[in-house]
Each structure stands twice: as structure tokens, then as C-alpha cells.
């Protein structure tokens, strides 16, 4: 018995994805600058430098482990059930849920036979860490006392009881930490199949709520158990009854999605090259991944544990989390949408519907993340000031991450063009590219610290995606529309010059304790960001705006406010 609820079409499923994801963007953003506030508000960043330490390392243990599965099956699950309809879909999917499974219980097994090696070794290199500070501390200590050298042996003091208060944590949980890891890696694997499966779909609306969910209560989970005189304990805690919520949740609405399939597909037969053709996504797929860890902040962070302090660990996880979170929110209304568009504009096999769509989706990302970008690094260091007064020293770090992540964001439809069409060739090129981030890393750490750190990963990001662009336009023809970019650059360093000029006349905020007192700080930067947003639209507009046939494509549509819209346009 097939389904009869009608099928949508395509510019619909994309709509309503988008819409979904925009309208749940203040609810996410809201929750996501409280978390962060609580979180290293509340923590010592000794504290957060060892729980990023084990995150990273779930996360690198995952990614490794995944041979490329995750992102493959939207890519594929809708051609299954084009075939083979509901029930092929769900075999599809309870195979890769029992390979995936199957490669984390061995993983989790060595894991936990190699929690006490791996505590001892962190153990004597925080040892080593804690000998160089007590070194500096005598040598201040020895000298005439000024404000500034007092500054500086309180911070060193403050980092030696934090070093040691990670030493302590080391010795007495490193087999609870495994345990963790363990569990996160088992519910990752479960959570990102079902979620990949809404995403194939376009559930966003089901993909954000969960999402929310979970980043609404971590925090409270989180803060509960910080109250409660728990600590790391306590955050760890919260972190696995997080994701094991999130999973029931999301294999509940995949339950509810996979009812609305059709029952038996156009009746084709199985395609006998899908094995095949699903390893080699999956492989190149899984390359992607590797190299995008190598220039990510689980790398950073594995890296850097063993050459910098836990402080400067934090500071730099800080910062790149800080510049990745920001470009996530901007980025929310194409989340879960270009791989399943492309995938469905890949089966018609029309050339114009692929330029139409490259063009389009480059045109969307340019125009929000190029302002923001500029607004963004331009606000930084008074909100760090304001929101995470333990990290100021992380400001020039986090512009640093900001120009080379939302760079690399802005060239990213050609790499996804070319997955979809399965130009394998040139993106393997464009991901054994990434493997520079290692010796560069290596290299420029030594002699420029953090900075060098922040240069030689982001770098590596946008080279990459050079490659792609390069091979996109050479194998598909693929055009950016750059006469629109260069009018949305006039309009950003419009208002960037206007900004820079007005915040010189605005003191920089103090540190405040309170939500009360940080909110009013925040005030004066809400507007500045408002004043922004106005003149960059403004400019826009007299620069010529969206292009004429894009302009009316998006007038088209079935848009709220549409009136005020096409004004601003």
C-alpha cells in the first residue's frame, strides 16, 4: 500500500527547510550565548582545557570511525527509496547503524585498556608544565615589586593551582573519563545516522527542535551539577545525558519521518553498482573528514595539550570554538539543505538547473556571511570583554579563526557540487592538500605560539577550498557570480570603515559579573551591530542588490513580510 499524501516539489521541501531554519535562529542563538556564558563563566579554564582535551578526543575517535558513513547517507537514502521504497530504506539503515556499532564496541574496548597509560602520560606532562611555572614564579618573586609584575605572579599562581587541580582530576577519574568517551562515542554514532536520515528529508524543523533541545539542556544539566559542588564530574555528566536524550529523540522523529515514505518505490530494480558507488562516496567521504580534523579543534586541541599549558590550551580552543559557534548560527538557514538539493538537481541531468542552483546558493551564502564576518570581528573584543572576561586574551586569536573560517564558508558550494556529482579525483586533490596543516602546525607553533597555531590551520581551510573552486569551473563549468560579491564587499567595507570610525568614540566595556550588568554593556554593541546591519543593507541597494532574475525568484515566493522585503531589496 503506497503512501497517498502528496509529494511536494522541490523549490517547496528547500523553502520550507530554510524557513525552518531561520525562524528557529534567535531560540538557538539565545541558548547558545547563555551556554557559553555559563560554561566558561563557571569553569576555571584549566577545567575547560581538559574537558575539551576529552571531547577532542571523542570526537577524533568518532571521526575516525566513521569510514565516511555519516555524511554519505544523504547523499543515497533518497535514491533507495526512489527503488526500493520504504522498507529498502530502513535495511539500508540498520546496516550501517550495525556496521557503525560494531567498530565502536572494539574501539571502546581498547579505550578503556589504555585510560591509565594514557592518565600517566598527561599526568608527567603537566608535571613538566607546573616545574617551567615555579621557575617563573621564583624569578618574579626575586625582583622589585610593581603592578605589573604582581599581575603576572597572581596569573602564574592561579595557573599552577590550576595545573595541579588538573593533575588531581587526572589521577583519581581517568578510568571514569574513558567511560565517558565511551558513551559518547556510542551515542554519536546512533545520533548522527538518525539525524542524517532527517536531514535526507528535509526535516529541519524535527532536525532544529532536537537540536535546541539538546543545546537548552545541556546547560541547565550542566549548571545543576556545577551548583551541586560537582565539577568536571558534573559537566561529564551532563554532556552524556545530553546526547542520550538527544538520541531518543531523534530515533523517534526518524520513526515518524520513514512513515511518510512511499511503500514500494517506482518498482526498479535494485541498482547492483549502489555498493560500489556508496564505497567510493563514502571513502572520499571519510578522506574529507580526516583532513578536515586535521586543521579542526579537536586536532588543535590533541596537538597543542602536550606543548602549551592547560591555559593556553583553553584560550585557543576558545577561540576557535568561539569563530566555528558564530558561523554556525549565521549559517543556520542552509543547514541540512545543499547536499539533498543538489542530490535531486543531480537527477534530473539539466546543466542549467545546476548553474541556477551553484549561483544561487553562492549569492545566499555571500550575502550573510561576508557582513557578517566584518561585523563580527569588529565586535569581538568588547564582546569578549563583556560576555567572557577569562578569555580577553583570546580577541586577536578569535579574528584570526574568523577571517579564515567564514573564508573557506564562503567558497564551499563548488566542494559540495562536486561530492554530489562524484568528481571524486578533485577532491581528493583539494583534502590531501589539508595533510599541510600538520608539518605548518608543527613548524610555525614553536615560534609564534597560539598565533601561529590559528595561521597555519586557517590557512590550510581556505586553500582547500581553492582547489574545489578550480576544479569546479574547470570539470562542471561552475561560475561564481563575482560582480555580485564585489557589490556586497563595497558594502561591507562601507559600513566596517562607518563602525570602526563610531566605536573609537564608545569606550571599551569593563568586565561585568551579573546578567543584569552584562546586558547593559551589551546594549551599545546591539546597536552598533543594528547601525551596521542598516548601512550594509543601505549600500547594498544603491550598489544594485541581487541580481535582477534572483531578486524576482525570491520575490516568488511565499515570504513573510514580503512587502518590507522588497523594498529592502
Known amino acids: 500500500m503506497q503512501s497517498n499524501k502528496p509529494q511536494r516539489s522541490l523549490t517547496s521541501e528547500v523553502w520550507s527547510a530554510t524557513l525552518w531554519n531561520t525562524l528557529l535562529f534567535p531560540a538557538r542563538f539565545l541558548v547558545g550565548i547563555i551556554t557559553s556564558v555559563i560554561y566558561y563563566g563557571r569553569l576555571a579554564p584549566e577545567q575547560v582545557a581538559l574537558i575539551f582535551l576529552l571531547t577532542s578526543l571523542a570526537a577524533s575517535i568518532g571521526t575516525y570511525a566513521d569510514l565516511g558513513i555519516e555524511r554519505s547517507l544523504p547523499r543515497f537514502i533518497p535514491e533507495v527509496e526512489k527503488r526500493q521504497g520504504r522498507q529498502g530504506v530502513l535495511r ?3 546496516r550501517m547503524i550495525g556496521l ?64 595541579l ?14 567511560l565517558v568517551v565511551s558513551a559518547l562515542l556510542i551515542l554519536g554514532a546512533l545520533f548522527d545516522v538518525f539525524m542524517q536520515f532527517l536531514t535526507a528529508y528535509f526535516k529541519q524543523r524535527a532536525w532544529n527542535l532536537i537540536t535546541l533541545v539538546t543545546t537548552l539542556l545541556q546547560p541547565i544539566l550542566v549548571t545543576i551539577f556545577i551548583l551541586l559542588g560537582w565539577g568536571i564530574t558534573g559537566v561529564l555528566i551532563g554532556l552524556v545525558l545530553t546526547p542520550l536524550v538527544s ?58 595539550v602536550t606543548q602549551l599549558s592547560p591555559r593556553d590550551v583553553a584560550i585557543l580552543a576558545f577561540a576557535y570554538k568561539f569563530a566555528k559557534d558564530y558561523l554556525g548560527y549565521i549559517w543556520m538557514p542552509l543547514n541540512g539543505v545543499m547536499t539533498p538539493l543538489l542530490s535531486r538537481i543531480k537527477l534530473r541531468r539539466d546543466p542549467q538547473s545546476l548553474q541556477d542552483a551553484h549561483g544561487g546558493l553562492a549569492r545566499m551564502i555571500w550575502l550573510l556571511i561576508v557582513p557578517a564576518g566584518v561585523g ?17 586574551d583570546a580577541s586577536s586569536l578569535i579574528i584570526v579563526f574568523i577571517a579564515f573560517t567564514f573564508g573557506e564558508s564562503l567558497l564551499s558550494v563548488p566542494h559540495n557540487v562536486l ?63 563575482w560582480r555580485f560579491w564585489l557589490r556586497v564587499c563595497a558594502a561591507s567595507a562601507s559600513f566596517a570603515v562607518a563602525l570602526f570610525g563610531l566605536m573609537q568614540l564608545w569606550p571599551m566595556p569593563e568586565a561585568a559579573a551579573g546578567w543584569q550588568s552584562k546586558m547593559i554593556n551589551l546594549l551599545p554593541l546591539m546597536l552598533f551591530a543594528a547601525i551596521g546591519a542598516g548601512l550594509y543593507l543601505l549600500t547594498l541597494r544603491l550598489l544594485g542588490g541581487l541580481d535582477p532574475a534572483e531578486r524576482e525568484r525570491l520575490l516568488s515566493m511565499k515570504l513573510p513580510f514580503k512587502g518590507v522585503l522588497r523594498r529592502v531589496l
Open 100 to 163: 557503525k556499532l560494531a567498530i565502536m564496541a572494539v574501539l571502546v574496548l581498547g579505550l578503556n585498556l589504555l585510560a591509565q597509560p594514557m592518565g600517566n602520560y598527561l599526568i608527567e606532562q603537566q608535571r613538566q608544565e607546573i616545574g617551567e611555572i615555579e621557575t617563573q614564579i621564583s624569578t618574579l618573586q626575586q625582583q622589585p615589586t610593581t603592578p605589573d609584575q604582581a599581575s603576572k605572579l597572581s596569573k602564574l599562581q592561579n595557573q599552577r593551582t590550576g595545573t
Open 419 to 481: 561530492m554530489v556529482y562524484e568528481q571524486y579525483r578533485a577532491v581528493i586533490i583539494s583534502r590531501l592538500f589539508a595533510f599541510i596543516s600538520v608539518p605548518l602546525v608543527f613548524l610555525l607553533l614553536p615560534r609564534y605560539g597560539m598565533l601561529g597555531v590559528a595561521i597555519a590551520v586557517g590557512a590550510v581551510r581556505v586553500a582547500t577550498r581553492v582547489i574545489t573552486l578550480y576544479y569546479g569551473w574547470r570539470n562542471l563549468g561552475l561560475q561564481l557570480p
Open 165 to 178: 587541580s588538573v593533575i588531581d582530576q587526572i589521577e583519581s577519574q581517568s578510568h571514569w573519563y574513558m
Open 247 to 304: 538520541v531518543l529523540m531523534a530515533a523517534w522523529q526518524a520513526i515518524r519521518a520513514s512513515r511518510e515514505l512511499s511503500n514500494t518505490g517506482d518498482g526498479e530494480a535494485a541498482d547492483p553498482a549502489l555498493p560500489k558507488r556508496f564505497a567510493k562516496f563514502a571513502a572520499v567521504s571519510y578522506l574529507m573528514q580526516i583532513t578536515t580534523w586535521v586543521y579542526d579543534i579537536q586536532f588543535v586541541t590533541l596537538f597543542t
Open 92 to 94: 539500508f539503515l540498520w
Open 376 to 392: 563580527l570581528a569588529l565586535l569581538t573584543p568588547r564582546m569578549v570583554a563583556v560576555l567572557y572576561p577569562l578569555y580577553t
